[in-house]
Structures are given as C-alpha cells and as structure tokens.
C-alpha cells in the first residue's frame, strides 16, 4: 500500500505540473492574441500607402500607426511578466510569429519616413522588449531578421504603386534599398530554415523591383534628375 500511496503522490506532483504549465500557456495565448490584434490594426493603418494617393500622405499614416506601438510596448511588458524566468524558449513558439510582424512593421515604419534599415535596437526599443538573451524577455534575432526580409515583399508592392501614381523616383530608390538589403544578408550563413526560406524569396522581391526600374528606364521615365533621397 505504501508503495501504491507513493506511486499516486508522484503523479498527482506530475498533474499539477501539467495544470501550472496550461494555465501559463492559457495566459499566454490571451496576450499573444491582444498583441496580434495591435499588429492587424497597425498594418491596416500602413496599408493605406497603396491606396491611390496614398504615397503623398505616407508621413500621416506612419504617425498613425507609431501611436499604437504604445499599446504594443504595454502588450509586451505583460507577456514578459506572464513567461517564467528562463523559459522564454520554452514558450517561443506561442509568439515568435507575432513578433516577426511587429519587427516587419517597425522596419516597414522606418523605411517610409527615411528610407533606411531599422536596426535591431530600434526595434526592440519600440516594441519594449530587450535585445539580450542575457536581460530578460527579448528580441530573438531569428524573428527580427525574418520580419525585416518581409518588408521586401512590401515595397515592391509599393514600386509598382509608386508608378501608378506617377513617382517615377521611388521604384529607384526602392530596388537600391532591396539589393542592398540582399546584399546584407548574403553575407550571413543562415543556418534557421525558415529564415533561409524567406531569404530565398528576397530574389524574386528584388527581380520583381527591378523589372519595374528596367521597365521605367526604356520608357525614357527613369527620373534621374532627381536628387538621391536623405
């Protein structure tokens, strides 16, 4: 009997590990959910740059959608309350997509309003999460580049966008940003799967960009008279 009565206080140790670790899940999921919510309404608001006339108003709605990277930096700061110290991994797969969509938004963001590469600091900063393992709840690198190579898909988007509205400048300084951007991540050695998978549609990102270049330039649109953009 003693045997039994210990064989039944050794799984009831196990259920109630399983029980805390649902509950944790449970919470989890509810916040990630919160923040994806944030997410859809912040690409919404991007959006709104490929709508005709969109490209003239591409300032107003990056203000728009920065406001709500308070409410994310909120969302986040109680995820990380939510996620056991030295478990961040343990529960990685619950958010790693929402955070590749934040960190593709915040790239998005910045290219619009100085057509350059937002860094990874900049990232997490906004987001209120940390960079370092080391600190806490963090940025994983994995996510911040995954989300950073979806931004190509999204200007190319916008290149040809730009031509419709008759900026004939943009596509230009958007398949320079795109090959530069390809550039950068050749020279890593990916080892992530879906990270080389993404990178390996950079290409078609790239090529799709400069077909519109190429297409400008034999059109006799190509405006290279204009002075490079700050």
Request: charged share 30%.
């Amino acid at each position: 009997m003693a045997s039994d009565s210990s064989m039944t206080t050794v799984f009831a140790d196990f259920q109630k590990y399983l029980n805390d670790e649902q509950e944790i899940r449970e919470q989890i999921r509810v916040l990630v959910r919160d923040i994806e919510q944030t997410t859809r309404e912040i690409h919404t608001q991007l959006q709104l740059v490929h709508q005709h006339g969109g490209i003239k108003q591409v300032q107003e709605f990056c203000e728009k959608a920065e406001a709500s990277f308070e409410t994310l930096r909120e969302q986040y700061r109680k995820l990380a309350e939510a996620v056991p110290p030295g478990q961040y991994y343990r529960f990685h797969d619950h958010w790693k997509f929402s955070m590749q969509r934040c960190c593709f938004l915040s790239a998005f963001i910045t290219y619009l309003q100085t057509e350059k590469l937002v860094t990874r600091e900049e990232t997490a900063a906004k987001l209120g999460v940390q960079v370092s393992r080391d600190n806490g709840f963090h940025m994983d690198l994995d996510d911040f580049l995954i989300g950073v190579l979806q931004v190509a898909s999204e200007l190319s988007r916008l290149a040809v966008n730009a031509v419709t509205a008759s900026d004939y400048s943009r596509p230009l300084r958007i398949a320079k940003f795109v090959a530069e951007l390809d550039a950068g991540y050749r020279l890593l050695n990916l080892k992530n799967d879906a990270l080389r998978k993404r990178f390996d549609g950079l290409k078609y990102d790239l090529k799709k960009v400069e077909e519109i270049v190429y297409d400008l330039t034999i059109r006799g649109l190509k405006a290279s008279e204009d002075p490079p953009k700050e």
